[in-house]
């Protein structure tokens, strides 16, 4: 409640004032609330899609259910950034439990393989990553697309049923 708050008065305060004094007074009443801008990058398309390689079908259609586990798997990669460099985190998720069914972590982005920490070392980032996926995405996240359940409770729903 208290960030929402804080995001509406920001926001009616920068409607409200136009003159460089202004944009000051923006500034000032910022600084005091503890509110920070956070700016984002300009999209910068990096797929070079001028090649002979296979394209695959988009089979999924931007239809992203499932009528039982193992049916459909989406991936995605993640760029994860340390002290060391980057560690590049792909993972496969069951759309119909949302549970990540697999993932690999590696310094460099090779055919086995928008976080905002950074890691001092790559065995940190790794240990962290396990953690999160096996303990909280699959154990204690619930998702509004399985009924408000974890993917773990989903998989074993399902496994009683079938």
Not at 2 to 21: D, I, Y
Not at 66 to 94: C, F, H, R
Not at 139 to 159: A, D, L, M, P, W
């Amino acid at each position: 409640m208290k960030a929402r708050t804080r995001a509406t008065s920001c926001s009616s305060l920068e409607m409200n004032f136009r003159s460089q004094n202004d944009v000051n007074t923006v500034a000032r009443i910022m600084k005091e609330l503890g509110l920070k801008s956070r700016t984002v990058k300009k999209y910068k398309a990096t797929t070079n899609s001028r090649h002979n390689l296979p394209v695959y079908n988009n089979v999924l259609a931007q239809k992203f259910s499932a009528q039982a586990p193992n049916q459909v798997w989406m991936a995605d990669i993640t760029y994860i950034p340390s002290k060391e460099g980057w560690l590049y985190l792909a993972s496969i998720m069951d759309l119909y439990t949302r549970k990540i069914v697999g993932w690999h972590v590696d310094k460099r982005m090779t055919k086995e393989l928008v976080y905002l920490e950074t890691f001092s070392t790559r065995a940190e980032a790794k240990k962290r990553i396990f953690e999160y996926i096996a303990c909280f995405y699959n154990g204690k996240r619930i998702h509004s697309s399985i009924g408000y359940v974890t993917s773990n409770q989903c998989e074993r729903t399902y496994r009683k049923t079938a």
